[in-house]
């Protein structure tokens, strides 16, 4: 608007006095095609370098110090890892059927060493949708009216309290596992979680208290430990009269055999409690692996994209690498790896660096190919997960009360003899213990460090910064390109009105013509507003499908998409019918419609940029194209040329991409094959999207899918 | 008769004499040496917190121990700590502090007294104690009580960057700061000679702004480096113990009280590649040459001692100031004073003071100042003396006429 106004002023006086920025506005917009495919290409370019800008990882925080102590865990802590785990491979262990014997035996072996130990009977919370659940805290669990006492998990819980710490801080130490079908790997990750915390009630240095938490996994391992978590920070203070799992029989069975096995001793069968968590671990133990070399895995991505202080892993990845010998992962996209474009980009990326470095010797950015196409993969898997919104592991529980967490599993090259399993639990061990050490040390919460990063290998990482560079030359033209769809609308029409009428008529009608003019784009804020409308609409649906009982997958996605049409269409007739050209003067209505849909992409994408930078920057790589390329298609057949031709080519190409669940198959084929694609798989998707309380889906519901069909709208707008 | 009786006249007449006695000891006084060295007090700083600070706590109670060691008695040494690492919950030896990965030497053994611990460690109370400008309620043993005749060590470690030292992550100390104190101090005749040495990052920009006479000031590392720690202890989980304080322990712990070594040999001991910084000392506003302070000038409490004959003949204030700076001047006789010291309290270097030993052995006033006549140097001195001398004369031939 105000550069709209200079420039209208510019024209009528001889020599304004015009500031340089408002000048550097006017010429953007005056060349907005240019800036555009500039921007979008340096945007996209930017994306592919930033696994050569990533940075290596440092420990930030002084006080973590990982590594300068050397590791007590000795064999004997070892063999008592060992005994544990014996114990509970044992099969008489596992003879009833509720495996409560396990859970006995576990909290046997926490008494012997001293520990607080207590149960923690939960049930299992549906994942639901609620639809003004997004974003806000973790409710303190509401009592569900219908369950049975059949269905109920139990924690164990065992707390070390620091010999000579305050009691106001904890690290939490989780270990999954399902008591009916434990396999060799989550009895292992007990032994190890056992030697640790056998080490812990021995030694003199703890500050901050030991929770060892065997999460119940048989209804997953997420509930288990968001179950838990919910009870510690948020105590329920329910009525008597509510039924709860202390009514059950066999539950009541296991406290009155607890009680009579070890009477005057540290059980307890309230909640126990220690200080705020400092830290969390997951660690698991995979069962199968063909991996050539003992490795540990690191989840670190929690619910809306949000990742734990880099410190967390840092100090994991240099105590496992440059302590205990282990080789660490993170998730990567596989499929990447063997792409033969992105080795080549890699070796152009390579050759560059090179020249560079001729050039200018103290230029070093440069990284191998194979680095590079590793790098891309690990970096996409970051962002996939990031955008997706959904969390990587239990860990992801912590992070909603804003602990920091990450999920650590270790595959072992596996053998069954005694002297590998020793090794194992000597090492796993030693790095937990490491871990444990490191953190004791904080004196604050994680702080020091990165929480806004993408990781590229276990140890480079890429800043905030850095990726939002390219997030901001991917999104800059969008709001150019709409100011000069406007001036260019606005300033046509004019040109056509004069052209029309006689010249005596022009000063008569200008200043009402101008006025009306003005307000025009007012009728394509309407429309736009009402297809955002739609998608809200359209992103609430999903509650009341999923009440209709036994819906299979494919038929919710059906009546999804219907339901979807016929509010479309209803809110169409109702409110307006702007998608068709009323009036044959607003030939440049689409332009108008375009620059207010882009100016709503814009703040769409940006408001999804603070919330879940990820989500966006997928966002806007498939809609930025889209909507800045939108052109009625009937214009691009009526001029026939070749450039028009190609414009119509991308238009229809990015209309299909960009459609959310086209995107969606799309994607899945591209990483899991196109064989057994299946219609119901998109709404199998979306609903676990939105049991995460993911923004993602909001964000495909209420900025994507409206984008879409504005943009589908204008090319196939008759004008 | 009238004046006699006269207690205002015979006032007066005795106020002459002691301004003549007066004006003869400001001429021999130069203004650096205005009094004799005749006690020193250490200010031991550890100017960091938290638990992976732990070499700092180490640092400043290794020096604190060589201090007394050698001689600094508690009551003059101002100990600064935060004092959190003892009982740190994170300790694994709880009230054990140790500077050295063999644990030989219990640090926070018994005697350890803290004058300023934890949150009291401040800029505020560091420049309070320089200074002495306490609250009354301040007790004595929190304030450093030196005089114009204190060698005074100023020791400090920590954090600290170009011109300036944190301390405890919340303050900074500025090098303007220290400067100004040690201003103030001089004003005030705190001391006589104040050695500041300081083992932080870029220990020697600290100094930049000092300017007062009678200041020597050493740093672990130049402008633009570091002062890294030297070496870890794997059991405690922590460095315990900075470059430069261990090299300089580590000089100190090859002597005892009696030991000669100078401030240069401590000063040339800082081997660059050992410290991995370059040790830096200002000695432009210190008028002794190195060579010839020892070191427990101001890390011990060894000084000047005057020889007498006999016990309660010790030569009057006056002349024992004369006689210290004779000596300063002429360094054979200091060199005497101090073999004297030795063979006095060792006598396996008897040997060592023979050729000297006649000499040493018939001082008494008399023979110095018959000395001092014989030296040409001395005329003004002896003018004085003579001038003193002849008040008495003059007061009696007065006294007699009337």
Redesign the interface.
Known sequence: MAETKEKSLSDEKPKPRVRPIVRLGIFFISHSFLVSVVCCTAGVLALFLLPVLAKNTYISE??L?PG???PMLSNQHVSDGNRLVKDLTNPNSKSSETGIESHKIIAQYMLDLGAEVSFHKFHPQMNQFHPLHFFSSPDSGKIQENYSCSSYGINTVGIIR?????GKEAIVLVTPYNALKSGFGEALSLGIAYSVFSLLTQ?????KDIIWLVADSQYGEYAAVAAWLREYQTPKFSSLSTPNAEMCPDVNNLFELKGHSISGSKFSNSFRRAGTMAAALVLKVRDQNEQFEDTISIYAEASNGQMPNLDLINVVNYLAVHRQGLRVNVEKLWSLLNSSWLKTLGEIFESLAKVAKILYPKWKFGITATEYVEGTATLASSLYYQALGVPTGPHGAFRDYQVDAITLEISPKFSLDKVWRNDILLRGGRLIEGVI?SV??L?EKFHQSFFLYLLTSPSKFVSVGVYMIAFALLIAPLPMVAASLYVAANSSSNCSKGDSSTPSAITDTDENCIAIRSWRWLNSAKLVFIVHLWGAIVSLLPYFISQIPDCSPTTSFMIWVLLSILSLLTLNSVLASPLACAKATQEKEWALVKSVTISSVFIGLGLMSVINFATAEIGALLMVPMCLLARPLKLDVRAGTLRSFCRMICNLVLGHIAFPPAAFFLLKGMLDGFGNANVGDFWMWVESLWAWNSATYLFIGMVQLPCWVLCVSILFHTC | METFTNPKSLFHLLLLPCLLLYSSIAYNSSPVESAMHTNNWAVLVCTSR???NYRHMANTLSLYRTVKRLGIPDERIILMLADDMA????????AQVFNNENHRLNLYGDNVEVDYRGYEVTVENFLRVLTGRHETAVPRSKRLLSDEGSHILLYMTGHGGDEFLKFQDSEELQSHDLADAVKQMKEKHRFKELLIMVDTCQAATLFNQLQSPGVLAIGSSMKGENSYSHH?D??????VVDRFTYYTLAFFERLNIYDNASLSSLFSSYNPSLLMSTAYYRKDLYKRRLEEVPVTNFFGSVMETIHTDAAYKALSRRNSGRFEDEMSLDQSVHHIERRMLIKVNDGDEIHDINPEGEEGACKCPWSTFRNKFQKAENVDSLVNYGLVAMIPLLVISTWLVQ
């Open positions: 002084n006080a110090m300068s102590a050397s620091a010999p000579r710490g305050d030694v003199t240095w703890l500050a050490r004791n040390n004196l | 938290f638990w992976f009982c740190n919950t994170r300790n694994k030896y709880p870890l794997s059991d405690v989980g922590v460095s």
